[in-house]
């Protein structure tokens, strides 16, 4: 699996950088939704799902975190710590993220409103989605 990672213009000068996402510029979805992770607990994992249909594309702003992906039959771990970086998540992939420095504030865009029904929490459940649509 090759790392889906989307790659950010910064706009810097003598202040300080500014990175900038707009849908259909640097995002192939329309952006309906966007959720920020921070204040994570040492040791915590997060995610441990897959979406049925959400695309998401995601920036650690600050700090750092790994993300592994998984789409039943390839999993890679990708570490995160770069705001000029976006990694996409789409739909049909196991994601777990883990490793959060204190500081880590993830973004994440989506291309649909919150839905639980959209989610698969379970790991044999995704994995027999796999297999149905093999
Ligand atoms: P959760 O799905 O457990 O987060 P993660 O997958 O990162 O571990 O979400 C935590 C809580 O936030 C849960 O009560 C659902 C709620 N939530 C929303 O209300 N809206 C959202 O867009 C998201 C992503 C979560």
Redesign the pocket.
């Known amino acids: 699996m090759k790392t889906p990672w989307l790659d950010l213009q910064i706009h810097g000068d003598e202040r300080g950088a500014l990175v900038a996402i707009e849908t259909g510029k640097q995002i192939p979805f329309a952006i309906k ?1 966007v ?1 920020y ?1 921070f204040g994570t607990k040492e040791g915590v ?5 897959a979406h049925k249909k959400l695309r998401q594309m995601t920036f650690a702003v600050q700090g750092a975190c790994d993300m592994l992906l998984d789409n039943g039959r390839e999993r890679i771990k990708v570490h995160l710590n770069n705001p000029s970086k976006g990694l996409r998540v789409e739909p049909m992939i196991w994601h777990e ?1 883990s490793n959060f420095t204190p500081d880590c504030v ?1 973004v ?1 865009v ?1 291309d649909e ?2 839905d ?1 029904n959209d ?1 698969i929490r379970s790991y044999d459940d995704f994995l027999n989605e796999i297999k149905k649509n093999d």
């Not at 994992?45 to 799902?49: D, K």
Request: hydrophobic share 50%.
């Open positions: 939704r959720y992770i994992v997060r995610g441990l799902h993220m993830l994440v989506a409103l919150y639980p989610y």
